[in-house]
Antibody
Framework: EVQLVESGGGVVQPGGSLRLSCAAS????????MHWVRQAPGKGLEWVSL????????YYADSVKGRFTISRDNSKNSLYLQMNSLRTEDTALYYC????????????WGQGTLVTVSS | DIQLTQSPSFLSASVGDRVTITCRAS??????LAWYQQKPGKAPKLLIY???TLQSGVPSRFSGSGSGTEFTLTISSLQPEDFATYYC?????????FGGGTKVEIK
């Protein structure tokens, strides 16, 4: 059974940093690209970032480019999102999601970890 | 970037109703579209991909159609567990845009 478990969320002041983690199990982790998708309170879904299975390719939404860094440790079946220079508009529930590796869709999602940026 | 516009953004329906949600793309995207269901407090769940292919385990009352710029998600007979928010998403694109969502509530 595929499982994705996020952690690392919390309350941080504007300008601060936070590192999110996602522990994956139930599939061959390094065979699949992984994503971060976020959802602001009461709002819709926004794709944040993608990393290829080998970690060699990364993509970012314009809204986070230059501030967020996605990475993965395939030896630990783990995905990360380093978030720097956080803004109030980054407040959201952050989901990690597995790519299906064909259609670039999100076939499995974690339960999310909440990031609140507030002074 | 391609934009996806869902309509309606909210609909009220009764159990047993036939419900149709539309997703329009700002440019043609062939059949590269998926639909997700999200219940309150839960992560989204994939329902349909490639515009009309049902994800394994999804009830057959859900169906998708369309290509190019106009797509529909249809629930043939709404069940109590179907009250949720539905999102469309363009496939094979970065950034992968989502529609704004359609919230289906009980009448």
């Amino acid at each position: 059974e595929v499982q994705l478990v996020e952690s690392g969320g919390g309350v941080v002041q504007p300008g601060g940093s936070l590192r999110l983690s996602c522990a994956a199990s139930g599939f061959t982790f390094d065979d699949y690209a992984m994503h971060w998708v976020r959802q602001a309170p009461g709002k819709g879904l926004e794709w944040v970032s993608l990393i290829s299975g080998d970690g060699g390719s990364t993509y970012y939404a314009d809204s986070v480019k230059g501030r967020f860094t996605i990475s993965r440790d395939n030896s630990k079946n783990s995905l990360y999102l380093q978030m720097n220079s956080l803004r109030t508009e980054d407040t959201a529930l952050y989901y990690c999601a597995k790519d299906d590796d064909f259609w670039s869709l999100f076939d499995y999602w974690g339960q999310g970890t909440l990031v609140t940026v507030s002074s | 970037d391609i934009q996806l516009t869902q309509s309606p953004s909210f609909l009220s329906a009764s159990v047993g109703d036939r419900v149709t949600i539309t997703c329009r793309a700002s440019q043609g995207i062939s059949s590269y579209l998926a639909w997700y269901q999200q219940k309150p407090g839960k992560a989204p769940k994939l329902l349909i991909y490639a515009a009309s292919t049902l994800q394994s385990g999804v009830p057959s009352r859900f169906s998708g159609s369309g290509s190019g710029t106009e797509f529909t998600l249809t629930i043939s007979s709404l069940q109590p567990e179907d009250f949720a928010t539905y999102y469309c998403q363009q496939l094979n694109s970065y950034p992968p845009p989502f529609g704004g969502g359609t919230k289906v509530e009980i009448k």
